[in-house]
Nanobody, 122 residues
Framework: QVQLVESGGGLVQAGGSLRLSCAAS????????LGWFRQAPGKEREFVARVSWSGGITRYADSVRGRFTISRDNAKKTVYLQMNSLKPEDTAVYYC???????????????WGQGTQVTVSS
C-alpha cells in the first residue's frame, strides 16, 4: 500500500510555470506506476501524465504534451510534474495517483492523494 501527498500548487499567470511534487510513503514505491490527473469544476477527472516504474517510459495527454514533464525519483519516493507555458484552461485540482499497472483512466488507479489546486490567471 502507498500513501500520497501532493504539494506545489498555487496561483500563476498564463505563460508561467509550476512544479508539483507528490511524496509517497511505503516500502515499495518503485513497484508503482505514478500518474497525474486533474479535475476542473463541473468536469470529470482527466488523465494528464504517467511514468513507468523505473521512470523510463512516460505518456502525456495531448493537451499538455510539450508543456508538461513528469519524472520520478525512486530514492526520494517522489514524483514530479513540471508545468510550463501554463494556460487558464490548465486550472484544476491536480491529483497524484499510483497503481501497480499501467493505465490512463482514473478508475485504473487504486491509490490517490488529496489533490493540490492550480489556478492560472489570464
Amino acid at each position: 500500500q502507498v500513501q500520497l501527498v501532493e504539494s506545489g500548487g498555487g496561483l500563476v499567470q498564463a505563460g508561467g510555470s509550476l512544479r508539483l511534487s507528490c511524496a509517497a510513503s511505503g516500502r515499495t514505491f518503485s513497484s508503482y506506476v505514478l500518474g497525474w490527473f486533474r479535475q476542473a469544476p463541473g468536469k470529470e477527472r482527466e488523465f494528464v501524465a504517467r511514468v513507468s516504474w523505473s521512470g523510463g517510459i512516460t505518456r502525456y495527454a495531448d493537451s499538455v504534451r510539450g508543456r508538461f514533464t513528469i519524472s520520478r525519483d525512486n530514492a526520494k519516493k517522489t514524483v514530479y510534474l513540471q508545468m510550463n507555458s501554463l494556460k487558464p484552461e490548465d486550472t484544476a485540482v491536480y491529483y497524484c495517483a499510483a497503481d501497480e499497472n499501467l493505465g490512463v483512466v482514473a478508475a485504473e488507479y487504486h491509490y490517490w492523494g488529496q489533490g493540490t489546486q492550480v489556478t492560472v490567471s489570464s
